[in-house]
């Protein structure tokens, strides 16, 4: 049972523009949510978190937004750079039982120079 | 700060054999999880220990098990390999209970 679910495979964006990566969740006990980056061979690579108390969370270019209501977040990132071409998993935990989290099946991101 | 280390970073198995995977997590902490990464699946969480506990299981079959030590280092075992079980197995250590995971560049198993 997937709790935590990335819909888009893959995603192309050129380089300045905006990225908006996409995750659903449906257990309603999810109250911290994070996302990674993930290069070939190479172990994933935390970029921002967010607590279920808030609806929003900054770092530089990385912006990630909670829908509670919707089950929803997304992953903002402004501007686009080659650099990020990478697979985006988003990740959900309860925090009263741990550090079990649930993964997304990941979402490719290219960056078109 | 050295970072979450694993090794060793490949293996190569045959089926019915078994396996032995190390993490030493980042200085300071406690909680160790370990993950099995295959193409399409995303990331499945197979077992958390804390101060030498499982904490929590995953849904896999008892071949795969594992423990902590008391200097935080984990191990994971896998027993009976099968074809299946070829996977990049990753490592995660959190400073606390509940708290952000740092992953480790993980062990690239390949079972023929």
């Known amino acids: 049972d997937q709790q935590v679910k990335q819909n888009s495979p893959s995603l192309s964006v050129q380089e300045g523009r905006i990225s908006i990566l996409n995750c659903d969740y449906t257990n309603s006990m999810f109250d911290y949510f994070l996302w990674y980056k993930k290069y070939p061979a190479e172990g994933p690579t935390f970029l921002i978190s967010?607590?279920?108390?808030?609806d929003k969370n900054e770092d530089g270019r990385f912006t990630v937004f909670l829908n509670k209501s919707a089950k929803h977040l997304s992953l903002h990132i402004v501007p686009s750079q080659p650099g990020d071409s990478a697979v985006y998993f988003c990740a959900a935990s309860w925090r009263n039982t741990g550090n079990q989290f649930y993964f997304g099946t990941g979402t490719s991101l290219t960056v078109i120079p | 700060k050295a970072g979450v280390t694993q090794t060793p970073r490949y293996l190569i198995k045959t089926r019915g054999q078994q396996v032995t995977l190390s993490c030493s997590p980042i200085?300071?902490?406690?909680?160790v999880s370990w993950y099995q990464q295959t193409p399409g699946q995303g990331l499945q969480f197979l077992f958390e220990?804390?101060?030498?506990?499982?904490?929590n299981k995953g849904n896999f079959p008892g071949r795969f098990s594992g423990r902590q030590f008391s200097n935080s280092r984990s191990e994971m075992n896998v027993s009976t390999l099968e074809l299946g079980d070829s996977a990049l197995y990753l490592c995660a250590s959190t400073r606390g209970s509940t708290d952000t995971q740092y992953f480790g560049p993980g062990t690239r198993l390949t079972v023929l």
């Open positions: 220990y804390f101060s030498e506990t499982q904490r």
């Open positions: 967010i607590s279920s108390i808030k």
């Open positions: 200085s300071g902490h406690r909680s």
